[in-house]
């Protein structure tokens, strides 16, 4: 095995402990003793008051036209009175989504665990991944409807090609962060190479995993909306073009208020996920 | 000792060498080292850095092979890593995302065998870890770490105990508690122990033999005895017996930086040193 006859050196600095995954940097989670003081409270929701409440009254004020930006409390409204019509679409979106990036990320997963294992593939492959990586996705979505027509499946064939390689290429990342010492921990035990894997390869990968799912489903929720507003009678994007076509704009930013939160729920379950099964690594 | 015991020691260390290719060219780490280490005796190496030691001590666990020569436990030549060999490794090497019981239950877990419960209670009671268990290598102390470390090697009862400079990174109060540790785990419980390190303080308290390795490609200098009774107390230290021996070692060790240096420059080394 080449990995055992490699010069041991311990001192300079251990792979697995670079400290460079930012999952937990925000300090509106991570910052101060977990529970928030009430004067923290109390300063959130003023600077949230005023936010919201002066840009209501800047816009009524300056009389800014509803087609150009809707005061909050018409969005609101909007969104809660044409709820019962959105609802129907944002289940759409969601099983765009959800099955794209399980595609995706499932074969992400495997491709990166299978690449790291053998560096010679690993380099071969190197430049088609960058240009997976880096292709944004959404330009093949009219080829794609031309070959599968309007339903779901160019949208989540979208979002698998779209998420699956910024899960592999974070999880690729997080399998090479090879520590020789647990590594040759392990085989002092007589582990096998699965063995390896699965207890010391896997967990120590496991933070850049799930940066890699956030980043995943991020994209993958960016990419079924795009396809939406291509082609297709359905989904939040085609709510987007339909509203806006008809310039009825409150309901055009209820929609885009509802991405945004779709987007923070992304962001704050791989938070929990990472703070419940990666927090040794903070 | 007994003339069987002469004849099988229970390390023995033939003629091994060891050659790293790297990209800048063959570098040799080891050269024809030879030492033997009998039933229950403590044998510590020290060197100047990189002089091999630690290439040695993975070799003799079975993680390295050699490029010639051999490691024999019990007479048997060691091809790969064997369970009557437990390692300490440099730093605790805990993984992090274990909490201290999952942590010495690793072994166990690789090889699918359950551990000796009373044995593992009694290990962290005498390294004052109990009451530990649900706590993550985060939460503790290098030394903590470090004992932790200690338990889950000795958990599988081997026979012989490798350990690479160990108590490195920890401050020196923490270490001569360490050193003391080892010193009562051994009185509990006899295993041949080699041990890597920097300190020749160290090596003299827990060694019963004290072996000096030549800068690289290393091989065994000279070998020194210490002949002093167990347990060993840190006035033992204090005396002249040991301030003589510690010097020889030193001087030993310096000598063979010396004679590298004149041996790679003659006419700086002349210079420097008429």
């Known amino acids: ?282 | 000792m007994k003339a069987t015991e002469r004849e099988i020691p229970k390390l023995a260390v033939q003629e091994a060498s060891k050659v790293y290719h790297t990209a800048s060219g063959d570098l040799p780490a080891l050269d024809r080292c030879s030492f033997d280490v009998a039933a229950n005796e403590v044998v510590s190496i020290v060197g100047p850095s990189g002089c091999g030691k630690t290439t040695l001590l993975w070799s003799m666990s079975g993680l390295h092979g050699l490029s010639a020569g051999s490691v024999a436990l019990d007479g048997k030549p060691i091809t790969g890593p064997h369970p009557d060999i437990g390692i300490v490794f440099q730093e605790a090497n805990l993984l992090p995302w274990r909490n201290l019981d999952a942590n010495i239950n690793f072994p166990f877990e690789i090889k699918g065998t359950r551990p000796d419960r009373s044995w593992v209670d009694h290990l962290l009671g005498r390294v004052g870890l109990d009451g530990f268990g649900k706590k993550y290598p985060r939460e503790l102390s290098g030394g903590m770490q470090q004992r932790a470390a200690i338990v889950r090697a000795l958990a599988l009862k081997p026979s012989v105990l490798l350990m690479d400079e160990p108590f490195g990174a920890l401050d020196s109060f923490t270490r001569d508690e360490m050193n003391r540790l080892v010193e009562e785990i051994w009185l509990d419980r006899p295993t041949t122990i080699v041990f890597i390190t920097h300190s020749i303080e160290e090596a003299i308290f827990l060694s019963d033999r004290v072996l000096v390795l030549s800068p690289r490609p290393g091989r065994v200098a000279k070998e020194y005895r210490v002949p002093f009774p167990r347990p060993r107390s840190f006035e033992i230290m204090a005396t002249k017996e040991v301030f003589d021996l510690t010097n020889a070692i030193k001087l030993e060790i310096v000598g063979g930086r010396v004679a590298k240096a004149r041996a790679a420059a003659p006419a700086a080394a002349e210079g420097a040193l008429p």
């Open chain 1, 1 to 282: 095995m080449s990995q055992g006859d490699a010069i041991p050196e311990f001192g300079k600095g251990k792979a697995g402990e670079g400290g460079e995954v930012s999952l937990t940097n925000l300090s509106a989670f991570s910052g101060g003793p977990g529970i928030k003081s009430g004067a923290e409270i109390l300063a959130i929701v003023a600077v949230a008051a005023v936010i919201i409440g002066g840009g209501e009254f800047l816009l009524r004020w300056f009389q800014v036209p509803e087609y150009i930006l809707p005061p909050p409390s018409k969005i609101a409204w909007a969104l809660f009175d044409e709820f019962p019509f959105i609802a129907p679409h944002l289940g759409y979106t969601l099983v765009e989504l959800l099955s794209g990036f399980a595609i995706g990320s499932v074969v992400g997963l495997l491709m990166a665990a299978v690449i790291t294992q053998f560096p010679f593939a690993e380099k071969i492959v190197a430049p088609y991944i960058l240009l997976l990586v880096t292709t944004p996705m959404l330009a093949l979505v009219p080829l794609l409807i031309l070959r599968f027509g309007f339903g779901y499946t160019p949208r989540i064939i979208a979002v698998a090609l779209a998420a699956g390689p910024m899960v592999m290429i974070n999880a690729a990342t997080g399998f090479r962060r090879v520590d020789s010492a647990k590594i040759a921990l392990a085989r002092s035990y007589g582990a096998s190479t699965l063995q390896i894997f699965w207890k010391i390869r896997a967990p120590m990968a496991l933070p850049m995993i799930l940066v890699g799912l956030m980043i995943g489903a991020i994209f993958g929720l960016l990419t079924a909306v795009g396809a939406e507003m291509v082609g297709g009678g359905f989904g939040l994007g085609n709510r987007l073009t339909s509203y806006s076509s008809m310039i009825q704009m409150p309901q055009f930013f209820a929609v885009v208020l509802l991405l945004s939160v779709l987007g923070i729920l992304i962001y704050v379950i791989f938070f929990l996920i990472g703070k419940k099964w990666a927090s040794w690594e903070a």
